[in-house]
């Protein structure tokens, strides 16, 4: 008896460990960061990120640590360490999804804060745009069109990652005898990026690359043809005019708003009396922005206004709703799975009594705690993409030239100004970059 009883003591010890380890939170304090970066103060954003890293290492992972680095030193114009930085991060990426493909289901067990962070499709396929213009302020071409290239690849096998996905989902519940819950079939509608393939027509003239040139054109219109929900908004004009190849070509590009977050929501289902399973389950949410409408001033006199060519957030809340699916079921059978075996426990407890009974009840007491605890939503996301990219064309001969991006709310006041002097050689390719995060 007395041994039973240690045994018991032990499996508590052992559990209460479990539940402190897995019970911890992905929750990192970047208020100190994000202040910087409202006030556009870019390199002191990106020193304070860069002294609090061991901290959002411990967090969420190296993935997230080199991501935000790297979506913050573009900012700064630090373009080639900003690749250094997404590059590992694409790497870590891609380690985590080929360890994934061989790794079994654990993460059914407790939940999935305990598997390395793989990054969302979403965050993998965007990171490539950002290496691409990095590349091209680089000067470095070719780099850049091989970016664009990888990141359409990346998009045509959406599906085939989100079905192996569902197939995981379904042995699991086959093998334990849980009945499954419908399933979305499409992983996401998002097949085409209109800002990726506007890049690949500016790379592919200024190379002469016609083939390149005019795939990418069409993709434009396709993506706007094909993914209405995802681009409700009209095709910028400016699009039509990139067929004239004009060497006085200035590209405009401005980046918008913050990138969704991901919050936790909670679900209950009823087992019994004392038995209630818990859902814990991730959803995006979008982060409003302030800004309806960005202009361009050219030596202080208004020259264009930038239109809208595609919404990160759109791209993002619907690639993740099919997963937030996928999430949700996984979590119930997961809950469920717990909760049967909490109540196979109450059944076996019902039939002691003394010390021994005592301590089988503590035992369901911590099992119940323990379900709760280790019961969380994984938040782990990037936190520095933008919401939205907007893009215009401007026609200005070789010179140096005071460029202002005006960034203006519902209102038409102005709430952010960026300020350029750039030079302008129809030698190369003159994009000017711009980004509020209001």
């Known amino acids: 008896?007395?041994?039973?009883?240690?045994?018991?003591?032990?499996?508590?010890?052992?559990?209460?460990?479990?539940?402190?380890?897995?019970?911890?939170?992905?929750?990192?304090?970047?208020?100190?960061?994000?202040?910087?970066?409202?006030?556009?103060?870019?390199?002191?954003?990106?020193?304070?990120?860069?002294?609090?890293?061991?901290?959002?290492?411990?967090?969420?992972?190296?993935?997230?640590?080199?991501?935000?680095?790297?979506?913050?030193?573009?900012?700064?114009?630090?373009?080639?360490?900003?690749?250094?930085?997404?590059?590992?991060?694409?790497?870590?990426?891609?380690?985590?999804?080929?360890?994934?493909?061989?790794?079994?289901?654990?993460?059914?067990?407790?939940?999935?804060?305990?598997?390395?962070?793989?990054?969302?499709?979403?965050?993998?396929?965007?990171?490539?745009?950002?290496?691409?213009?990095?590349?091209?302020?680089?000067?470095?071409?070719?780099?850049?069109?091989?970016?664009?290239?990888?990141?359409?690849?990346?998009?045509?096998?959406?599906?085939?990652h989100y079905e192996r996905q569902v197939d995981q989902v379904r042995s699991y519940a086959s093998s334990n005898h849980i009945r499954q819950v419908d399933l979305p079939a499409q992983a996401t509608s998002f097949t085409t990026s209109a800002l990726a393939n506007y890049l690949g027509v500016i790379i592919a003239s200024h190379l002469d690359e016609r083939t390149t040139f005019d795939y990418s054109y069409n993709q434009i219109l396709h993506a706007f043809e094909s993914q209405a929900k995802l681009y409700p908004f009209p095709l910028p004009s400016t699009v039509h005019t990139l067929k004239s190849g004009d060497p006085d070509s200035v590209h405009l590009i401005a980046f918008t708003g913050r990138f969704p977050l991901k919050e936790e929501r909670m679900d209950f289902i009823y087992v019994s009396p004392y038995n209630t399973a818990k859902i814990a389950y991730p959803v995006l949410q979008p982060i409003p922005s302030a800004i309806t409408s960005v202009r361009v001033r050219v030596d202080g006199e208004i020259i264009t206004d930038l239109e809208r060519i595609e919404s990160f957030s759109?791209?993002?809340?619907?690639?993740?709703?099919?997963?937030?699916?996928?999430?949700?079921?996984?979590?119930?059978?997961?809950?469920?799975?717990?909760?049967?075996?909490?109540?196979?426990?109450?059944?076996?407890?019902?039939?002691?009594?003394?010390?021994e009974g005592t301590l089988y009840r503590l035992l369901g007491v911590a099992l119940r705690v323990g379900r709760d605890l280790t019961e969380s939503a994984d938040l782990r996301s990037t936190h520095y993409?933008?919401?939205?990219?907007?893009?215009?064309?401007?026609?200005?001969?070789?010179?140096?030239?005071?460029?202002?991006?005006?960034?203006?709310?519902?209102?038409?006041?102005?709430?952010?100004?960026?300020?350029?002097?750039?030079?302008?050689?129809?030698?190369?390719?003159?994009?000017?970059?711009?980004?509020?995060?209001?």
């Open 1 to 160: 008896m007395q041994g039973g009883l240690l045994g018991i003591r032990k499996i508590i010890a052992v559990l209460l460990i479990v539940i402190l380890v897995t019970s911890c939170v992905s929750y990192v304090d970047l208020s100190s960061t994000d202040a910087y970066l409202r006030r556009g103060q870019y390199t002191k954003a990106y020193d304070s990120l860069k002294s609090s890293l061991g901290q959002l290492v411990s967090a969420q992972g190296p993935l997230i640590a080199s991501y935000d680095l790297g979506m913050l030193a573009r900012l700064t114009g630090d373009w080639k360490r900003s690749n250094e930085l997404l590059s590992d991060a694409e790497q870590r990426i891609q380690d985590a999804y080929t360890k994934s493909i061989t790794a079994s289901i654990a993460s059914f067990i407790v939940n999935d804060n305990t598997k390395e962070y793989a990054g969302e499709n979403y965050e993998d396929i965007y990171l490539n745009l950002f290496k691409a213009l990095n590349y091209l302020h680089l000067g470095q071409y070719e780099s850049s069109l091989v970016e664009i290239r990888r990141m359409i690849e990346k998009q045509s096998v959406l599906q085939e």
């Open 314 to 355: 759109l791209v993002a809340q619907d690639a993740f709703q099919s997963k937030s699916d996928l999430l949700y079921a996984k979590a119930s059978m997961r809950a469920i799975s717990k909760a049967l075996g909490i109540g196979i426990w109450d059944t076996i407890t019902e039939d002691k009594s003394g010390k």
């Open 385 to 438: 993409l933008p919401a939205n990219a907007w893009v215009g064309k401007i026609n200005l001969k070789e010179g140096s030239y005071t460029i202002e991006v005006e960034y203006l709310n519902r209102n038409k006041q102005v709430i952010h100004i960026e300020r350029f002097k750039r030079t302008i050689d129809p030698k190369t390719i003159n994009l000017l970059e711009s980004y509020s995060p209001l």
